[in-house]
């Protein structure tokens, strides 16, 4: 079965013989991606072309269809599809021919371009797919559930009675195949996102601590996902990918993964209370110091304060989180390495150096900001993360503020800041080789 997929997905993707991934079953169910030979950090391990992708269907915002600019103003195509363009030359572009026929055709009663048709248009585009490509879809994962059946009744609702049963099942797959799987593609010069399937990288499971990152390369190279490792990868070793944020704390982690994809991760992190001696979930006791859960892997288990021993329950401590409305109930509860608390210092910290234009903050913020790009640095090693995408972001922001505090003259640690700065030196060029890399 695995053999049969490898082989429709080397097939689609036109791997060469020498990939380095092969995929097999999992210890941790279903299948996975795993390595075929030692890949080093920084090596891409594989590039995907998305074999589906368009707007996310719960998008606030509409784009232009063809290049997904909000900024410019929208009009109808002129083929009464339906569908926004921001220009002739993107109502013309090839990627829309074919659903621009489908639609014209279904005689739709709307009069300007419609929001719904939009939001609906990836699954319409799931219509479309060559026979070849739902071979592939048709072996990939697909979640079950009220968010599909959502998604697939207000497809029905604007195409009803236009399509067969046939399709509404192909639909309901490709809804549930998307749910369980698509990735978010981040597009450099806008403020909204698409919603992509990608069928190698849609085999990828998900650890706390995964070794590699992805970026998607533009429009024009068909918003290729390039996968790098974030950390050495040796031979028969699984795959991973992280299917959420990297500085949650394991309550939000797994909370998350249980909501959205419907399974427990019992992964290393997951499995130690103090994820790597980071402490990231910790909450305040009254003594002071600071509560775990006894077993981090049970939504229930009780909190037991690691110096007086006091125990709470698991509600007590989720009831104290909701009720923090200001920093003073924040500074009482959490501890300094609390995940909330660090991601206001993130927050912060990218917030203050937008634009990286450093000149106008104050002497004071400039060294809150180094100490926190500092702070989160070295909790993304202890965390044992590896080269991620955060890291050579947040790295890049460093190296401006480190600029900015050799133009004042501050005194700083040099040598780590230096390192920080080289990493994320690193991390830039070998995803711009990632990029380079021909299809
Ligand atoms: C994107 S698919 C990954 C490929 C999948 N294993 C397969 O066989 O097609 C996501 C699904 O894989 C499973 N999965 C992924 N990571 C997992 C993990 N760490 N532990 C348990 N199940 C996992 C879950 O069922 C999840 O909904």
Redesign the pocket.
């Known amino acids: 079965m695995t053999d049969v997929l490898e082989a429709k997905l080397v097939r689609r993707g036109r791997f060469s013989e020498d990939r380095k991934w092969t995929i097999a079953e999992?210890e941790?169910?279903?299948?996975?991606v795993f390595a075929s030979c030692d890949i080093a950090s920084g090596e891409l391990v594989f590039a995907d072309l998305p074999i589906l992708y368009g707007p996310k269907q719960s998008s606030d915002l509409v784009a232009c269809t063809s290049c997904s600019d909000i900024s410019r103003p929208l009009r109808k195509c002129s083929k009464n599809c339906h569908l926004p363009f921001c220009s002739d030359e993107c109502e013309i572009d090839e990627s829309h021919k074919k659903e621009c026929c489908y639609l014209s055709s279904l005689n739709l009663t709307e009069d300007e371009w419609s929001p719904y048709i939009f939001r609906a248009l990836t699954l319409i585009r799931s219509l479309l797919m060559s026979d070849d490509d739902r071979e592939v879809v048709k072996h990939?994962?697909a979640?079950r559930g009220r968010q599909v059946d959502i998604q697939v009744s207000s497809l029905l609702s604007l195409l009803g009675n236009t399509l067969s049963e046939k399709d509404v099942s192909w639909v309901r797959h490709c809804c549930g195949v998307l749910d369980?799987?698509a990735f978010e593609i981040e597009l450099k010069d806008s403020a909204t996102s698409l919603k992509g399937l990608f069928p190698l990288s849609?085999?990828?499971?998900?650890?706390c601590v995964p070794n590699t990152r992805h970026l998607y390369a533009d429009r024009v190279d068909g918003y290729r996902m390039e996968v790098v490792a974030s950390q050495p990868i040796p031979k028969g070793t699984q795959i991973f990918t992280s299917y959420c944020p990297l500085l949650w704390a394991t309550s939000l982690r797994r909370t998350f993964l249980l909501h959205t994809?419907?399974?427990q991760?019992?992964?290393e992190r997951c499995k130690d209370p103090s994820e790597f001696g980071t402490n990231l979930q910790a909450v305040k006791c009254s003594c002071e110091s600071i509560m775990l859960p006894k077993d981090p892997l049970n939504f229930n288990s009780e909190w037991k304060c690691e110096h007086c021993g006091e125990l709470r329950s698991a509600k007590h401590n989720i009831s104290i989180q909701k009720s923090l409305r200001n920093l003073n109930a924040l500074d009482k509860s959490m501890p300094e390495h609390n995940y909330i608390r660090i991601q206001m210092k993130i927050d912060h910290v990218f917030k203050k150096t937008k634009g990286m234009h450093l000149e106008d903050i104050t002497d004071e913020e400039l060294r809150t900001v180094s100490e926190d790009c500092m702070m989160i640095l070295k909790l993304i090693v202890q965390l044992k993360l590896g080269n991620t995408r955060f890291k050579g972001r947040l790295c890049e922001r460093l190296s401006k503020v480190s600029d900015e505090m050799n133009r004042r003259c501050f005194q700083m640690d040099t040598r780590e800041m230096g390192d920080f700065i080289e990493c994320g030196r690193t991390i830039e060029n070998e995803d711009q080789r990632a990029l380079q890399n021909t299809w």
Not at 28 to 32: E, V
């Open positions: 999992s941790l169910g279903g299948r996975g990939l994962h979640n369980g799987t849609a085999m990828m499971n998900h650890n994809k419907h399974f991760c019992k992964c």
